[in-house]
């Protein structure tokens, strides 16, 4: 399942599949659209922090199970699905991070590229291994060159291997690397905390989240909606628009008087 929590002004979503490697099922799909949505829409929200239970992993992207048939019109549905996912992260109004504990699977690793910070533990890695089993990696795939460079990004989806967090930060997935103190307890849950029951690799991406909070809501909303053009635009268009969304700031703030 999928469960939001709210502390002060930040959405926590917890992906919650443990007995499955966290993986995603169609509803989890639906119910992580539907929570970015919704906090997208909450003017008293200001930042999201997409993280995951269990402490053993993130998640091993999605479940096996969606996959088990020929069809392909369900293949597709089934990967839009996860599309819209990586889409609602993109469009949410409000800076996401995604801490990153373990394994980073696949269709995870597509929805941790969307998230706008990303901060992994020292111990976890990564991996797009969908071309081993028959299938291609897509969707946020086609973003990874522009966090990893393409020569890294080639490497990531061309051989299945193995990424680690060093890995990863240098270059440039991760925004920072957190080395967290496992304690694990009596039913095989592996858990890291620290002040306020937040493991120390949720309180750095929570610090990065909190720094995003020292500007308005609107700016920063207006900042990421460029920094989506700029990554879809060629420059000269970027540059028209950048334009525009600055005096739009302006016409905001005499609105405001």
Partial sequence: MITPDRTDNVLTITIDNRDQ???LTKEMLDQLI??????????????????????????????????????????????SR???????????????????DGYC???AAEIAAAADFRIGSSECWYSMPEVRIGIPSVLESVNLHRLMGWTKATEFVLTGNRFTAEDMLRCGFLNDIVAEAAIPVSDGTVVATSVGGRTALEERALALLRDTTQASRAVIAQQKRLLRTWKNTFETEAIADSQKEFALAFAAKAEGQ
């Fill in 82 to 100: 996860l599309g819209e996912v990586c889409e609602a992260i993109k469009n949410c109004a409000l800076p996401v991070a995604v801490a990153i």
């Fill in 34 to 79: 539907d929570a970015f949505a919704e906090a997208s829409a909450d003017e008293s929200l200001r930042a999201v922090l997409l993280t995951s239970a269990g402490g053993r992993g993130f998640s091993a992207g999605m479940d096996t199970a969606q996959f088990a048939h020929t069809s392909a019109s369900r293949a597709y549905e089934t990967i």
């Fill in 105 to 107: 699977i696949g269709g």
């Fill in 21 to 23: 490697a966290n993986a």
